[in-house]
């Protein structure tokens, strides 16, 4: 079986920094991708960034030079640095993992969300 946990979410003023942690752990063969999604109330999910095995990244235009995504291939874990927070990145943000497992040569595994608000 196949976890993938985010954490690091919270309540943090505009302008404000958060970063969040995503793990995939369980009967992992490799990791093709990893990234974060986000969710706000009545809007369709959108990809904020993800990152590749080879390090290859992608941005949603509205955060570009405001977060940052990165990866420890080590411990399957991925990292979401967010700068200079607007109200309109509040939202429930999801990781996922594409991975290699015992039972499947590629699959998408989701976590349950963290949420991030952002307010005065």
């Known amino acids: 079986q196949v976890q993938v946990v985010e954490s690091g979410g919270g309540l943090v003023q505009p302008g404000g920094s958060l970063r969040l942690s995503c793990a995939a752990s369980?009967?992992?063969?490799?990791?093709?991708?990893m990234g974060w999604y986000r969710q706000a109330p009545g809007k369709q999910r959108e990809l904020v960034a993800d990152i590749t095995a080879g390090i290859s990244t992608t941005y949603l235009d509205s955060v570009k030079g405001r977060f940052t995504i990165s990866r420890d291939n080590a411990k399957n874990t991925v990292y979401l640095q967010m700068n200079s927070l607007k109200p309109e990145d509040t939202a429930v943000y999801y990781c996922k993992a594409v991975l290699r497992t015992s039972t499947s040569y590629k699959n998408d595994f989701w976590g349950q969300g963290t949420q991030v608000t952002v307010s005065s």
């Open positions: 369980g009967s992992i063969f490799s990791v093709y991708a």
